[in-house]
């Protein structure tokens, strides 16, 4: 027997022994006070000539057993693994996404780098997917040897999902056996949530309360196209039984429980009634309500609701304002993060708000308009001449409205729905109607600076508007800009529908335009606009999707039978001030007989521009399907999809998109990190399966 001495940082010594029958040496160091166990030893061997081999920090292979059917938003921990094969402690890390840690022994749970020893035991956890039928990975590597643990949720195509609620804090009051139809009222959207009309033994859990009886529900079970044709809807009621605080709501269909969606339940807030417009008498009760909107205002406080009946057109001007609704006095009351206030339309009724009544040009009159923050509407119809909904101060909702606006008012700029703050939310909204024929004109647009928090427009259908050429969907924050020390945060647009034809244009409009996020040279960077999950159909010049400063990233979106009118292209990337940024797994499909870039890398305005990362650019561009048009270069796009995707659009349809199963999309799609952290469902809300497909719609 030889000894050899183990040299460990901070002259810290330790002895072991070794024989010389030439076989892979191994260590075992005791642990001292100080714990050193985790630092990597040098080992020095003091008798030459022992044939003794390299110490060996690669361990053998190891193998984690995969869980399918686990339960939703739940931390899912692994079998454990041993680690072998090393003779020297040796490195340990984590990877992943919902909060992957991993344990050695006894140890406590850490995602922090570190080191293990021969004979430890590991195990991993994550937190589950927040829906059905998603798979979650954390990979461990030990040693330069990895493996993955995966977690599938529970369901899968074909389970229910639940995508947003109007409300996100409404008052446990109002409801009682005496008095059943005065409890606050919440609507969710998703998808498959059962045959429409027909609840059977389904049924919403909110609060820890299941709702099996038929008179907990308003309006028709799983009704479709309220507002949006592709979603279905659940308008159900809060009862006295139902856990104040911080909950959720989750839906079961033949037995599957969905995702769930958060809802405060509080205790601070009042349910308030609107009925009519002719001068504000009343109470707010359901059997006295108000007849003006100006009495909730003057009466509201955080976590309030008010609903307004469909007895009415509600179309008088607010006393000191130029809007149907608004807010915007230092005396006007404002909402909390906690427990926002919201205007809300009854169930089964036509709650109508109409500003072209009143409305005219020189005071550019709007319909409802919010100055102080943290204000919600829903489930309104709204008529205007320019802003059917202003959202001008920060943490402001306009969700599942029916809207109408820019009718005829030409502008220096607004959109149907307008936001210009942080943190806004425009989902799940019908816009349309616009007639100004202005390009500045928008159906979503977000300007101002959103340097705290990103807004999201998500879920909305968008259609039947005459914006000219401009752009349906726009981030324009030329004018009202960041301050000093700010940046635009990621702004997010996914899971909408743009329709960018209509009888009375003379050109389509274009389908999402990036045309300035408050950058110049020698400013803080900002971060991505982040564009997924859309299907933009039968766009105009410079196509459905337009980027032409800071970062943008666009992936598995849809572009379908995109204009022939210009040489733009339809997905036009133009330098300008453009900083960098992704277009991948998208379908991009121009109209029949096209001759035009379905790519456009734009040196149109700068002859310099660098090309793209195939040849060290700064823009990462791969796996777009290309069809009908020319297909841009090897240089621009190195890997397209050049076959016909064999898809068709039905406007207004549940499912407005499909997809032949034999399409070259199927499967095709390329892994990308940016993508792959936020892409875990289709337009569909269904989940992607590990071998995706290109563009909106997975291909089954």
Known sequence: MARITATWPKHVWAKGVVNRSGKPVRVRVKRGRLNLSKEMAVITYTSPGLGITNPDTTPDAFTFTDQTGVTLSTVVTSAPITVTGISLSTTISISGTNNPEYQINSEP?????????????????????????????????????????????????????????????????????????????????????????VRGANFVTCGGVSLTSDSDYFDTWALADNPIPWLDSITFQLNSTMTAGDQTISVTVDSIVSNTVPLRINTIG????????????????????????????????????????????????????????????????????ADPIAIVGYPSEDAYFDATTNGHPQNNKYCVRFQNPYWSVSKMRISALKRGSFMQADFCRTVGCDIIGATNIPSTGAGITHSGANGTKVLGNRLHGARSLNRLDHAIYFDGCQGTVASEAAYNYAYDCAFGRGPVFSENHFELRCGAGESMKSNLWHHNVCEGDNTINTSRSRGIYVFDVSWDLGETEPDPIVCYNNIFVRCGPAGGIRHQNGYM?????????????????????????????????????????????????????????????????????????????????????????TGDPLMSYTAGAYNPLTINTSSPLKAAAIANAAADAIVTNDFYLRPRPVSKSVGAVEVD
């Open 270 to 337: 009042t349910i308030y009634f609107c009925s009519g417009d002719t001068g504000g008498t009343g109470t707010g009760t359901l059997i006295d309500p108000w007849t003006g909107a100006q009495a909730f205002v003057d009466a509201s406080s955080p976590g309030d609701v008010c609903y307004f009946r469909g007895s009415g057109i509600y179309d008088t001007i607010m006393l000191g304002g130029s809007s149907l609704f608004e807010v915007s006095s230092a005396t006007d009351p404002s909402g909390t993060a």
């Open 553 to 641: 990233h666009s992936f598995y979106n849809t572009v379908f039978e995109n204009s022939d009118e210009t040489t733009h292209g339809a997905v036009s990337i133009q330098e300008m001030d453009t900083l960098g940024g992704i277009l991948v797994n998208n379908a991009i499909h121009q109209e029949s007989g096209s001759t035009q870039l379905t790519i456009n890398y734009d040196t149109e305005h700068t002859p310099s521009m660098p090309d793209p990362p195939a040849t060290g650019g700064f823009y990462i561009i791969d796996t777009n399907s290309s069809f009908n048009g020319a297909v841009p270069g090897a240089n621009i796009d190195p890997n397209p999809i």
């Open 109 to 197: 749970w850490t995602n922090v780098a570190g080191t293990v020893q021969d004979q430890d035991s590991v195990k991993v956890r994550h937190t589950s997917s927040a829906f059905n039928g998603i798979g979650i990975d954390t990979v461990l590597t030990i040693g330069g040897v990895s493996d993955t643990f995966t977690s599938i949720t529970v369901g899968g195509v074909g389970a229910p999902v639940i995508a947003f609620a109007d409300l996100v804090s409404a008052p446990q009051t109002g409801w009682s056996a005496a008095l059943p139809n005065q409890g606050a009222v919440v609507t969710i959207w998703g998808r498959n949530f059962g045959t429409s009309g």
